[in-house]
């Protein structure tokens, strides 16, 4: 017996108020938070998002909740809030702090390196044990 067409067949589809969607969307809820909410899957809010109404909504609320942050970052600014300022500078307009470090040897000359290591103090024994360790640290090779 082949399918078809049936009046009211299937799951109703959910109820999601849009109204509702776009304040939570304003807080920048997740999608599972956003779910929790209106008692369905993160799978369905994510189908919903397809949707050209429903992604608006979305994209409106995000948006919007965008801007309350920025407006309350902006107040703290205005309030003299300077570390604000500073991160602000650094988001909104690419500021950034330069930091220079420059290393010196004694007396602000170059850094000596030492270029040969003087094993000529080590006894055999300690000798010994250096060259098992140089062994067993040595890459394999790929023959």
């Known amino acids: 017996m082949a399918g078809g067409f049936r009046p009211n067949a299937g799951r109703r589809p959910v109820e999601i108020d849009l109204v509702e969607?776009?304040?939570?969307?304003?807080?920048?809820?997740?999608?599972?938070?956003?779910?929790?909410?209106?008692g369905v899957s993160t799978r369905t809010i994510?189908?919903?998002?397809?949707q050209r109404r429903f992604l608006d909504v979305m994209k409106r609320g995000h948006a919007k909740g965008r801007i309350s942050v920025r407006r309350a970052q902006m107040k703290l600014l205005e309030a003299g809030n300077s570390t604000m300022g500073v991160w602000l500078g650094?988001?909104?307009?690419?500021?950034?702090?330069?930091?220079?470090?420059?290393l010196t040897g004694s007396g602000g000359g170059p850094i000596a390196i030492a270029g040969k290591t003087d094993l000529s103090r080590l006894t055999d024994d300690e000798l010994q044990q250096l060259r098992e360790l140089a062994i067993k640290t040595k890459p394999p090779r790929g023959d």
Do not use: P
């Not at 994510?46 to 397809?50: A, M, Q, T, W, Y």
């Not at 650094?90 to 420059?102: D, F, M, P, S, W």
């Open 46 to 50: 994510e189908n919903r998002r397809k």
């Open 21 to 38: 969607l776009e304040k939570l969307c304003a807080l920048q809820c997740t999608d599972e938070e956003i779910a929790h909410f209106f």
């Open 90 to 102: 650094k988001q909104l307009l690419g500021q950034r702090e330069v930091i220079t470090n420059e």
